[in-house]
Nanobody, 118 residues
């Protein structure tokens, strides 16, 4: 189970930090990610962080503004969002990718709404 929180209303240029707590064991082995879905648009990748080495990746629209991190002791992944723009407005979803031999499963949180006012 994934529980995301931290969304809200913020002005352009402001910051928010999203959190996602994951229940269960072996969190440190999961690849964790954040995706978002704006009204009328498809869900898109935002950022991800690998399990073992903490390697991060970002989509071009958020690169340099957002930072993904994880605390394996707390089973939590974070998304620090800085210099927010109106186009960042979306429901943000936490994703956990669990790897098995030759396949993987994706698990999703319930989403948290981020609204950036101009």
């Amino acid at each position: 189970q994934l529980q995301a929180s931290g969304g809200g209303l913020v002005q352009t240029g402001g910051s928010l930090r999203l959190s996602c707590v994951v229940s269960g064991r072996s969190f440190s082995t999961f690849r964790m990610g954040w995706f978002r879905q704006a009204p009328g648009k498809e869900r898109e990748f935002v950022a991800a962080i690998s399990g073992t080495f903490g390697i991060t990746s970002y989509s071009d629209p958020v690169k340099g503004r957002f930072i993904i991190s994880r605390d394996n002791a707390k089973n939590t992944v974070y998304l620090q969002m800085n210099s927010l723009k109106p186009e960042d407005t979306a429901v943000y979803y936490c994703n956990a990718r669990v790897y098995f031999t030759g396949r993987h499963n994706d698990y999703w949180g319930q989403g948290t709404l981020v609204t950036v006012s101009s």
